[in-house]
């Protein structure tokens, strides 16, 4: 799944990130609007990960999305 398609279902896969990175509030989601570089930001936030961790964990999520 490409980002495109991402932010084009954000609503649907909001869910699915809130169970990867539980610490992700609704109003970090509503903020991060399916957004990569948002999203990568807001997990080095709510994890004190680098942006390279956060990066990693997202690229391992998008293999899990169909």
Do not use: P
């Amino acid at each position: 799944m490409n980002w495109d398609q991402v932010e084009g279902n954000w609503k649907q896969l909001k869910g699915n990130v809130k169970e990867k990175w539980g610490k992700l509030t609704d109003d970090h989601l509503d903020v991060i609007a399916g957004k990569r570089d948002q999203l990568a930001g807001k997990i080095q936030e709510a994890y004190g990960v680098t942006k390279e961790k956060a990066e990693e964990e997202i690229s391992e999520w998008e293999k899990t999305q169909k």
